[in-house]
């Protein structure tokens, strides 16, 4: 089965833009997450989907984050305005239900300047 | 919140040799997953741990879920090249309203041929 996919791969934006980043989940996975990785350290939680709720998203800086998942199948992360420290990688996982193994996509790395 | 203690942060080993990491928790897990993380790509699961004590191989890596619920290990056997990368331990809770999974820092390994 394919995996999760994500895009754009890369992205270097100036400060105070907006970005926006795509992910599409393993088919038939109910439960979506988008994480963030800092340099060195594991992922972070942002946010967490179960089909199209938002049932998590107490880690999501609402001031400039925002998600959807309109259709419970793919979904939009987008930062406005980016501020140097959201420089980063963004990672997007899925899994069959909540608890179950998280798979993860190859992440978009973030570029600030 | 939770924490996890990945140890070592990092090794430098010669191809063949064996390799240890283990992750400590300040709090009780009821999943311990392992992943790695090749440079430019999102971490792959390795393998999932569901009960206190179990122990689980995929083919040369072996991991155990500590008895106390707070700690697990993970056994590299014979080590190759391509065993290079940062390898994650992640703990997850599936009860109350905490369903995030907690990522230590990393352990990055090199093999040298």
């Known amino acids: 089965e394919a995996g999760v996919v994500q895009s754009p791969r890369y992205k270097i934006i100036e400060k105070k833009q907006p970005v926006a980043f795509w992910c599409n989940p393993i088919s038939g996975h109910n439960t979506l997450y988008w994480y963030r990785q800092n340099l060195g350290q594991g992922p972070e939680l942002l946010i967490r989907y179960e089909n199209e709720e938002a049932v998590d998203d107490s880690q999501l800086p609402k001031d400039r984050f925002s998600a959807e998942r309109l259709k419970g199948v793919d979904s939009t992360l987008k930062i406005q305005p980016a501020e140097l420290g959201d420089s980063a990688v963004y990672l997007c996982?899925?899994?069959?239900?909540?608890?179950?193994?998280?798979?993860f996509g190859p992440g978009t790395r973030l570029t600030v300047l | 919140g939770q924490q996890l203690n990945q140890s070592p942060q990092s090794m430098f080993i010669q191809e063949g040799e064996d390799v240890s990491m283990n992750c400590t928790s300040s709090s009780i897990f009821n999943t311990w997953l392992w992943y790695k993380q090749d440079p430019g790509e999102g971490p792959v699961l390795l393998i999932a741990?569901?009960?206190?004590?179990e122990l689980t191989s995929n083919g040369r890596l072996t991991a155990q879920f500590g008895i106390t619920r707070k700690d697990s290990f993970l056994n590299i056997s014979a080590s190759i090249p391509s065993d290079v990368g940062i390898y994650f331990c992640a703990g997850h809770n599936s009860g109350g309203s905490n369903y995030k999974l907690t990522f230590g820092k990393g352990t990055l390994l090199t093999v040298n041929p």
């Open positions: 741990l569901y009960k206190a004590g």
């Open positions: 996982a899925s899994s069959r239900r909540e608890g179950h193994e998280q798979f």
